[in-house]
């Protein structure tokens, strides 16, 4: 059984501060990592992928990767109350033909 | 460039009808994923094809629902006979095949909210 674990929250920052997003994973052979952001009621929308050990930015997000450790996290600098959304960690299995399976979410409230 | 359109965006339907989701994904796009969406269960795989063929449909939790991909702009999940445990939001969801491991980006259609009454 291929599993995504997040802890669901919700977590909460102030404004201004960093929010870190964990993630770990059960299959070793994975190589493709996602984030997904998810707006109450809206659909899921891709903001960060990695695949190789170490650090990966991007404005104010920074995804890290150790697969050593089947580990992902997601930093979110400079947090502000836009970002107040679920999180969604994803992995991809199968290699090129296979499918992400999700996490259940993390839920991220920025306090102004 | 159009998103992934799925329709209806809203139904609600009583017990024992059938019900028919529809999905029409990216052009270009060879891969197409149906997922559901439920507060206790986060957000599952149904099924998924590539180049209209279904690849594993292991998700699909009975035989109450099947999909079918009959081409390349089209696809369809229907559940007959609804329960009311079907009520979630069901994604459609659609990537391009990359021919390396680094893998690939899937893009969500904005879902469709089904209630089972």
């Known amino acids: 059984q291929k599993e995504v674990e997040q802890n669901s929250g919700p977590l909460s920052v102030p404004e201004g501060a960093i929010a870190s997003l964990n993630c770990t994973y059960s299959?070793?052979?994975?190589?493709?990592f996602f984030w997904y952001r998810q707006y109450s009621g809206k659909s899921p929308e891709l903001i960060m992928s990695i695949y190789s050990n170490g650090d990966k930015e991007d404005g104010r997000f920074t995804a890290q990767l150790n697969k050593a450790s089947q580990y992902v996290s997601l930093l979110i600098r400079d947090s502000q109350p836009s970002d107040s959304a679920t999180y969604l960690c994803a992995v991809k299995y199968g290699g090129s033909q296979g499918n992400l399976i999700f996490g259940k979410g993390t839920k991220l409230s920025v306090k102004p | 460039d159009a998103g992934v359109i799925q329709s209806p965006r809203h139904e609600v339907t009583e017990m024992g009808q059938e019900v028919t989701l529809r999905c029409k994904p990216i052009s270009g796009h060879n891969s197409l994923f149906w997922y559901r969406q439920t507060m206790m269960r986060g957000l599952e795989l149904l099924i998924y094809?590539?180049?209209?063929?279904?690849?594993?449909d292991s998700g699909m939790p009975e035989d109450r629902f099947s999909a079918k991909m009959p081409n390349a702009s089209f696809s369809t999940l229907k559940i007959q006979p609804s329960e009311p445990r079907d009520s979630a939001v069901y994604f459609c969801a659609s990537s391009s095949r990359i021919d390396r491991a680094s893998g690939n980006t899937i893009y969500f259609g904005e879902g469709s909210w089904l209630t089972v009454v």
């Open positions: 299959d070793r052979v994975s190589q493709s």
């Open positions: 094809f590539n180049n209209n063929v279904p690849i594993d």
